[in-house]
């Protein structure tokens, strides 16, 4: 199943790519569309990166900011989506329980 994906990507409200795993060109595509997609209303064309494959994504919320995980390939992408989806809520609560830091250049 793990083959059957292209990239798996974190994006933002904005289109940027936070991470991703796949080929660049591929990871930069996806996270760019990723908020479009992920709208109920979109009616749109994919860049040809992503033509005839399968696009999935997961939109959830983090301190009242959308963060988009999605998927691309020929399938299996359900599997993968749920369990990345899973992995960026662990990263993200984690990442947040330390106390803030102030860094000075």
Same mark, same amino acid.
């Given at each position: 199943?793990?083959?059957?994906?292209?990239?798996?990507?974190?994006?933002?409200?904005?289109?940027?790519?936070?991470?991703?795993?796949?080929?660049?060109?591929?990871?930069?595509?996806?996270?760019?569309?990723?908020?479009? &997609?992920?709208? =109920?209303?979109?009616?749109?064309?994919?860049?040809? !990166?992503?033509?005839? *494959? +399968? $696009?999935?994504?997961?939109?959830?919320?983090?301190?009242?900011?959308? &963060?988009?995980? =999605?998927?691309?390939?020929?399938?299996?992408?359900? !599997?993968?989506?749920? *369990? +990345? $989806?899973?992995?960026?809520?662990?990263?993200?609560?984690?990442?947040?329980?330390?106390?803030?830091?102030?860094?000075?250049?």
């Amino acid at each position: 199943m793990k083959g059957e994906l292209d990239a798996v990507v974190v994006a933002i409200d904005n289109g940027l790519l936070v991470a991703g795993a796949g080929e660049r060109s591929i990871c930069e595509a996806l996270g760019a569309v990723a908020p479009l &997609v992920g709208s =109920a209303s979109f009616d749109g064309r994919l860049p040809s !990166a992503l033509e005839g *494959q +399968s $696009v999935q994504v997961h939109c959830m919320s983090f301190e009242g900011e959308t &963060v988009y995980v =999605a998927t691309v390939g020929r399938g299996g992408g359900d !599997a993968w989506l749920r *369990q +990345s $989806v899973g992995g960026v809520r662990r990263i993200l609560g984690s990442s947040w329980q330390a106390d803030p830091q102030l860094l000075v250049n």
